[in-house]
């Protein structure tokens, strides 16, 4: 029988029941650590306990499938995933779920649609840039940037028209040595895109899913039907206050891309994680960006792809799609939106 995996921090009840309303559903919350390196958060109303622990285990498990799929870090027991790909670069084709094929042959869209700026065949740049950062975080006062000579080198082994996707056969293949994939910048987003589809397709209708931050709201919340509420993190970390709005959404998801989480500091300036394929440095142009859209995993894409672009140049993208918005942060704490953006802030 299959070991039920799930370690739940929190199963909150939100709302007690009254002698009125004996089939009302209660609000259940419930929180989860590990998979994707962050915490994952589930919102909820069930009829009972019980079926908001089911619905909350089929989350979990199928989070932890993409998890170990998208995984470059780990590898996993018959388990072929992102890992695997990346260490057999310029030996063999690897044969892989149709779940990576998925991601990868949307990933090679997403490069299309944003001209580039969002690439996951950038792993050997990426890789330089996770070495120092962590290098310089356990021992800040020896702190060092990468070599730009080292991340030019590395760049020769970015081309992502080189990566080899056979549908026929379920296989990928980088086929020179020193390429590898991160898909980083687009992964989170879309698994819970794909785990929200499925908990809708297991009919489960109303529910906030957010995967560090990568928030898809499905459906309405309670009884009355109302809007979900979704904060924007403030990136001013001595601010008091933690929110710079708090979004009302229904079926889209919220994505925020920012310098305030992973970086590191040389010599008093803060490097981020977020690096410009032109530049091969950390952008600066924003301290933070968030998208609205449906899909999640578009949202994430999109939220990097907007944060490596000038403003002007951002807008015009965001502004040329359909049923999208933006919100960009300046590092002089200006705040910028696209046309409908602030439709969605809930009014106080």
Known sequence: MKRRMLIFITILTMLSVTSCGLHKPKKYQASFLVLFNTVTEIVAYSDSEEEFKEFSQLIYDNLKEYHELYDKYDLYEGVNNIKTINDNAGIAPVKVDQRII???????????????????????????????????????????????????GANAYTDIDKLIIDEENSSVYLPEEHMSLDVGAIAKGYATEQVARIAMEHGYSDFLLSVGGNTRAVGTKGKDKELWSVGIQNPDKTSEKTSIHTMALTDMS????????????????????????????????????????????????????IYNMPYEKGKAFIESLPDTEAMWILPDGEIRYSSHFKDYIKEK
């Open 102 to 152: 998925d991601l990868l042959l949307f990933s090679k869209e997403m490069y299309q649609l944003t001209d580039g700026t969002v690439n996951i065949a950038l792993g050997p740049v990426l890789e330089i840039w996770h070495d120092y950062r962590t290098a310089g975080i356990d021992d800040p006062a020896n702190a060092t940037l990468p070599p730009m000579e080292d991340l030019i």
């Open 254 to 305: 919220l994505v925020a891309s920012g310098n305030y989480e992973r970086y590191y500091t040389v010599n008093g300036k803060i490097y981020h994680h977020i690096i410009d394929p032109e530049t091969l440095m950390p952008s600066e142009y924003f301290t933070a960006v968030s998208i609205l859209c449906e899909d999640s995993g578009r949202a994430d894409a999109l939220s990097t792809a």
